[in-house]
């Protein structure tokens, strides 16, 4: 935790209500978000138990599994959510656009990629075991299920996937999404109930943030988010009600377990779509867009990979792949953070509190400075600016500017308040800088050492090429009937 994030949270608890620690908001919004709140039977880690599911706020569709523990009446679950989700997400992929690469192919994205709002990590967790449980089975031999059920897990299973890359927005938890930009007066571990955190963002009329968490935290008021049930619930509502099924498996001992259900889903769906308009009201964040497209990308590239006939994902992947992978998340973190320091001062403080950043006022410049005689020398336009933050970068950092996109400058000089920098980069090709290229007295500007420009990971070797350190050259994954076997908890 920063320093101003507690300090935050410190005010949260003396004024009473949650305090923002963003200026903007740093996350992608759909114009029409799929929200499910899942809950699961408990003591069974994917036993799908009911769902509330939709992209229309007044009405959502409510799925049920009477008895989870039979198998017939889960895979029917499934086969319902997918006449949900599929359309959902098969709707993205008919609009295409064409995108030019410098030094590459052009390749076409789609116009737009679906999003999937869940109450919470548990929550995206739970998607993912539904996805592995159900991509492997078959639509013919023994227990055959219908053909929308392993696409739907190929599918979740996407999405759980993908929401492990930092900054992306295709599958979203409303807790870590609202505690990502207000900070509350309770800890990070109780930041996980959806009501109480929404409690200290938003309390109701004549309560404080503290008062609407604590009333947060009666089940009779505001059943848990899911995918876990209520103990009390379980033991005197669904408990009689599903015996009542298995002794006559009747309609209205079907629309007894389904009222029950309601009842735990109806308050966390009308949370939901509360947070979609605390967010919503936020401006969002300049670089927000640039991740949004990234997501399409991968979007498309999935598409292009169900349509291709590729198999199912692979329970676990190779050395190779799993080396790539993680290369690329830590990428991703790095790049997310640099991105969202340039887009909001609040955050870009936090670095300035360290020394990493520092904000002043340009004093002098020498826009027509120069290094190297003849045919090497080049443009070295020099800049002081005067500060009054600590400053901890010596002299030869590399330092970028949040307010001058493909501006770089190298530190020539401390002392004392006054940092004179030397602009490397951004200034143009021709021999003078490009008009307004370079900063001019009495521009305030800010410079941090957090580059958006990561040098890429070391080359690694064909997977055929693995060593037998890490396993040898791994096996073509086929799908098998062992794959199909998998249990559901």
């Not at 949650?18 to 029409?32: E, I, S």
Request: aromatic content about 6%.
């Amino acid at each position: 935790m920063s320093a101003l994030t507690a300090l935050a949270r410190l005010r949260a608890i003396r004024d009473g209500s949650a305090q923002p620690v963003t200026t903007v908001r740093h996350c992608h919004l759909a114009p029409q978000p799929l929200v499910f709140v899942p809950l699961g039977l408990s003591g069974e880690a994917a036993a799908p138990l009911a769902a509330m599911v939709g992209s229309d706020p007044g009405h959502p569709r409510l799925l049920v599994v009477p008895q989870p523990r039979n198998r017939d009446l889960r895979f029917a679950f499934a086969a319902e959510l997918a006449e949900v989700v599929l359309p959902y997400v098969e709707g993205f992929c008919k609009g295409t656009e064409t995108v030019e690469r410098r030094g590459g192919e052009p390749y076409e994205r789609c116009l737009d990629a679906p999003q999937i709002l869940v109450p919470n990590r548990q929550g995206v967790a739970f998607l993912g075991l539904l996805g592995r449980s159900t991509r492997f089975r078959r639509v013919d031999g023994p227990y055959p299920v219908h053909p929308s059920v392993p696409l739907l897990g190929r599918w979740l299973t996407y999405f759980a996937d993908r929401s492990q890359q930092p900054g992306s927005c295709l599958l979203m938890a409303a807790t870590e999404a609202l505690g990502a930009h207000w900070a509350s007066g309770q800890s990070g571990l109780e930041d996980a109930n959806l009501a109480a955190l929404l409690g200290w963002i938003d309390p109701p009329a004549g309560m404080t943030g503290s008062q609407a968490a604590l009333e947060a935290e009666d089940p009779l008021l505001w059943p848990p988010a899911g995918p876990s049930t209520d103990p009390g619930f379980d033991n005197e509502v669904l408990a009689p009600a599903m015996r009542a099924y298995e002794e006559a498996p009747t309609e209205r001992s079907v629309e007894r377990v389904t009222q029950a259900l309601r009842t735990q889903l109806d308050p966390t769906w009308r949370l939901m779509w509360r947070a979609v308009d605390l967010l919503r009201a936020l401006p969002e964040g300049s670089r927000v867009r640039d991740r949004w497209e990234s997501d399409r990308g991968s979007f498309t590239r999935f598409t292009e990979r169900l349509a291709e006939g590729g198999p199912p994902q692979a329970r676990r992947d190779g050395a190779v792949g799993a080396a790539a992978r993680l290369a690329g998340l830590e990428r991703a973190r790095a790049s997310y953070d640099v991105q969202r320091a340039y887009d909001d001062p609040l955050i870009m403080a936090e670095y300035r509190l360290t020394g990493e950043a520092f904000t002043g006022t340009v004093t002098a410049a020498d826009p027509e400075h120069t290094e190297g005689e003849g045919r090497s020398r080049k443009l070295r336009p020099l800049v002081t600016v005067t500060t009054a933050d600590p400053v901890r970068l010596a002299p030869g950092v590399v330092v970028g500017s949040p307010e001058r996109r493909g501006h770089a400058a190298e530190i020539v000089e401390v002392s004392g308040d006054e940092i004179t920098l030397k602009v490397v980069k951004g200034m143009g090709r021709g021999r003078t800088p490009a008009p307004g290229a370079v900063p001019g007295p009495g521009e305030r500007i800010t410079y941090t050492s957090l580059l958006d420009d990561f040098q890429s990971s070391a080359s690694l070797p064909d997977p055929e090429l693995t060593p037998w350190t890490h396993g040898g050259p791994p096996q073509e994954y086929v799908p098998g009937d062992d794959d199909a076997q998998e249990e559901w908890s």
